[in-house]
């Protein structure tokens, strides 16, 4: 695929903000690829004979951001066969977090439309991973993973968020409302972008 065939758009926001919550929806109602960056590293740790899987599950657990090589490869194998089969429009959910991702990403896969940004507090998300942690089996929600997660998203994933902003690249969306409030305000940001 080129630069031109397909169109992305970035899903950023702290962890436990709703990204993949609101993706789901997203991809119900307007037929997205959901293209999870998280995900996609967990899936290739799980992989059988995977180079990678003990460095991903190091990184995971430690709430550091896995190098750049690793999950932008990923994305491209992902965006690459869904085009084969005639998907064109994607939702890059958790990523980039890191500045040099985002670079490479946007001068070797393509330039995102914008980014959708999920405005929440630390207090909100810390409550939302702490209950999914009974249940989700994710090896990162616990507190002190999450704490460690908290963290490298104010130091190292903000300034990526900032970056956008400074290209009028970012829509704002205030988390801290119900799933189906919060789809409201992030229909009206695609639609408006999307028609
Ligand atoms: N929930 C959601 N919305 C709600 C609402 N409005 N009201 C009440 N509850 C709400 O939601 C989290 C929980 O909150 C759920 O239980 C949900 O029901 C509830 P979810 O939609 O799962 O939030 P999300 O933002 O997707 O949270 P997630 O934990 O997935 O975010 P992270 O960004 O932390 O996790 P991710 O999987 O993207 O990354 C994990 C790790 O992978 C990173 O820490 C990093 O180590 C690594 N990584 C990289 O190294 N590089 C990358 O590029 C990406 C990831
Ligand atoms: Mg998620």
């Keep these: 695929f080129s630069k031109n065939d397909v169109s992305v758009i970035f899903v950023l926001g702290g962890p436990g903000a709703g990204k993949g919550t609101q993706c789901a929806r997203l991809v119900r109602d307007y037929g997205f690829v959901h293209l999870s960056a998280g995900d996609l590293l967990r899936e290739e740790q799980n992989r059988e004979g995977s180079q990678y899987g003990q460095l991903i599950k190091d990184y995971i657990k430690e709430g550091l951001i896995v190098p750049q090589e690793i999950t932008v490869a990923l994305l491209k194998n992902a965006i690459e066969s869904n085009f084969e089969n005639g998907r064109t429009k994607f939702l890059v959910d958790g990523f980039p977090r890191k500045m040099d991702q985002a670079i490479t990403f946007e001068e070797q896969i393509v330039p995102s439309k914008f980014t959708l940004f999920f405005d929440c507090p630390e207090k909100v998300m810390l409550e939302r991973l702490l209950e999914r942690g009974k249940t989700s089996g994710r090896s ?32 704002k969306v205030s988390c801290n409302q119900t799933v189906e409030e919060v789809y409201q305000q992030v229909k009206n940001a695609v639609q408006d972008r999307i028609g």
């Design 140 to 171: 990162d929600d616990n507190i002190e993973s999450i704490k460690k997660r908290f963290r490298t998203f104010i130091e190292t994933s903000m300034p990526v968020v900032e970056m956008f902003e400074k290209q009028n690249k970012v829509v």
